[in-house]
C-alpha cells in the first residue's frame, strides 16, 4: 500500500513539475515577446525624435543657405 502511495505521489510531482515547467517556458516567451515590441517601439520613437532634430536643424539653416545664396557663395 505505502508502495503504491510513493509510486502514484512520485508521478504527481512529476506532472506537477512538467506543468510548472511549460507555465514558466509561456510567461517567458511572452515577457520576451513584450520587451521584444517594448524595444521596436524605443527604436520607432528613437529614429522619429532624431528625424525631428534633423528637420528642425534643416529648418534654422534655410535663412543662412538662402541670404549665402544670395551673396553669390554658392
Known amino acids: 500500500m505505502e508502495a503504491q502511495r510513493q509510486e502514484l505521489m512520485a508521478g504527481f510531482d512529476d506532472a506537477q513539475r512538467k506543468r510548472e515547467h511549460e507555465f514558466r517556458k509561456k510567461a ?3 515577457s ?3 520587451l521584444a515590441s ?3 517601439v524605443r527604436v520607432v520613437v528613437f529614429v522619429l525624435h532624431g528625424q ?3 528637420a528642425a536643424c534643416g529648418m534654422l539653416c534655410v535663412p543662412f543657405i538662402r541670404h549665402g545664396l544670395y551673396l553669390g557663395l554658392d
Do not use: A, Q, R
Open 32 to 34: 520576451n515577446s513584450l
Open 38 to 40: 517594448e524595444l521596436k
Open 52 to 54: 525631428s532634430i534633423l
Open 28 to 30: 517567458d516567451d511572452l
